[in-house]
């Protein structure tokens, strides 16, 4: 080291350490995820140096639970907890045998996973709880990324998991692989409860292996009461069972994977409670959520809602966001009530496929037809088999059918009035009470036409701006087709906003 270098201000010597490389420059993206960190040597010139090195390395942590007590040692300098902007963490499960591996997650197995998951969530907001107060502590991104087991097939060594595949391959090994924990998702205890987080900005979960069940979910969003965003990227992909359809709605969700079926002939059991036919739990549950103040963004992409969402039949009290600047919905063709929001528009001709009987799909294999009539796909015994022993079976095809999934049937395009309208209706009237809203957008997944309506204030750009001044005034821009929203609709969004512009663009 240079003579007097050790006498430089801090704030100087943590300047020139940020010229540093932390990979090779000429390295890819995917290369630098698994390449050595060029940084370290230099932490070992000097105290100086190593604060300075230490702000980057502990910038951004990527840790698993089962490595949470070392990273609490690790950190116990103030200059490194105070370094820590953002934190992604991986809760690991319990692991299973080579024989577990051909046969479906039992209660037990639910339980323990709950279990570990618990444990690891408390453990992380009390270690966040402690970590108050330090600059980088309090202004915080988080993100849960994974949830999985050692032996989850994307989790096991790449050498055994291809040894796994070749066996399984040959006859020679029993394995259900990720269909092992297909319809398993993980729940938070009650007890004891988690300590509120004040420390967190951005919290963002992902658990992409096994989903966290919504309740879950919102109750970690729920204990970080300083959070500006939250993104909740969870599965509400059950359409056999109505009864987990229900209750699932009922606990709700923030941000929710569900596909649509691929057969649209298909009709989904309703979601909501047969004791409350007409109240829908989730999106009643994410408008009251969407209001707290420290909220300023919202996605939810996709999701099955109502008009609830936006707002209710007989709102309790008025409905106001103050600090909401961006609210995206990406929602599914179907509500929650199983109907479709789209129908087949009388001006296109129907594909002679597209009435073709299920049963009658030149392309179905005998053997994986249905040879039971009355068979319940939601009944355990579509998954499990009694016989402890006995390996566990699959059917893939058998599966697909009962979900709606297969065969392919696409012809629902045009949007149905009696339920668009309402929905863009409730849009409308919140967008009134939305004083800081930027952009607000509801976008559906049908995909041919497109169906989005989009909302620009004042001020913000939009690739649909095509005239002179339209970015210096509040636009909605419409994509619909030749289909158009009834006049109460527009009425509605021109007293939303003085001077709105409406546009309707046909792709």
């Known amino acids: 080291m240079p003579a007097g270098m050790d006498r430089l201000p801090q704030e100087l010597v943590t300047h020139i350490a940020s010229y540093l490389d932390r990979h090779d420059p000429d390295l890819d993206f995917f290369e630098r995820q698994n390449a050595v960190s060029k940084l370290p040597p230099y932490a070992t010139t000097s105290r100086p140096w190593q604060q300075a090195i230490e702000s980057r390395t502990f910038w951004s942590l ?164 300083k959070a500006e965003l939250v993104a909740l990227h969870l599965r509400d992909s059950e359409k056999i069972d109505a009864n987990v359809r229900q209750q699932y709605r009922y606990d709700f969700i923030l941000e929710s994977l569900h596909d649509d079926p691929f057969n649209q002939y298909c009709t989904l059991p309703s979601a909501l409670l047969p004791s409350a036919p007409g109240i829908d739990h989730l999106s009643l549950a994410l408008h009251k959520f969407s209001q707290s103040p420290a909220l300023t963004s919202i996605r939810l992409d996709p ?65 994986e037809m249905d040879s039971d009539p009355d068979f319940d796909f939601g009944s355990d015994s579509f998954f499990e088999s009694s016989d402890t022993a006995q390996p566990d079976t699959y059917h893939e095809r058998r599966e697909a059918r009962a979900a709606g999934d297969y065969p392919g049937r696409s012809f629902r395009t045009l949007p149905l009035d009696t339920l668009v309208n309402p929905l863009l209706l409730a849009m409308g009237r919140a967008a ?50 030749a289909w158009r929203p009834d006049e109460r609709v527009l009425e509605t969004w021109h007293e939303s906003r003085e001077g709105l512009l409406v546009k309707f663009i046909e792709w």
Not at 459 to 478: F, K
């Open 432 to 481: 009134a009470c939305m004083p800081k809203m930027q952009h607000m957008s509801l976008t559906s997944t049908v995909r041919d036409p497109v169906f989005e309506v989009s909302f620009y204030a004042a001020g913000q750009a939009s690739h649909s701006d095509s005239e002179p001044g339209e970015e210096g005034r509040p636009r909605l821009y419409s994509y619909m087709g």
């Open 62 to 225: 990527n840790f698993k639970s089962t490595e949470l007590p070392d990273v609490i040692k690790i950190l116990k300098s103030s200059h490194r907890k105070q370094s820590l902007c953002e934190l992604t963490f991986d809760v690991v499960l319990p692991t299973y045998t080579d024989n577990q591996c051909a046969k479906f997650e039992t209660a037990e197995d639910m339980q323990r996973n709950n279990e570990a998951f618990t444990h690891a969530m408390h453990a992380l907001f009390q270690f966040l709880k402690t970590g108050q107060g330090y600059q980088g502590f309090n202004s915080l991104f988080l993100d849960l990324w994974d949830c999985y087991a050692p032996m989850d097939t994307m989790r096991r060594d790449p050498a055994k998991l291809e040894e796994d595949r070749e066996q399984y391959g040959r006859g020679k090994r029993h394995d259900l692989f990720e269909n092992r924990y297909k319809r398993s998702v993980l729940s938070l205890l009650e007890q004891p409860e988690l300590p509120a987080v004040e420390c967190v900005r951005r919290f963002r979960c992902y658990a992409q292996s096994r989903p966290v069940r919504y309740d879950s979910a919102v109750l970690l969003a729920a204990k970080l009461p």
């Open 303 to 367: 999701i099955i809602i109502s008009p609830d969402l936006y707002w209710p039949v007989n709102p309790s009290t008025q409905p106001m966001w103050p600090n909401l600047r961006e609210f995206e919905v990406v929602f599914n063709m179907t509500a929650p009530d199983g109907t479709w929001y789209f129908v087949r528009d009388p001006s296109q001709p129907e594909d002679e496929d597209e009435g073709a009987n299920d049963s009658d799909d030149p392309d179905e294999d005998e053997t």
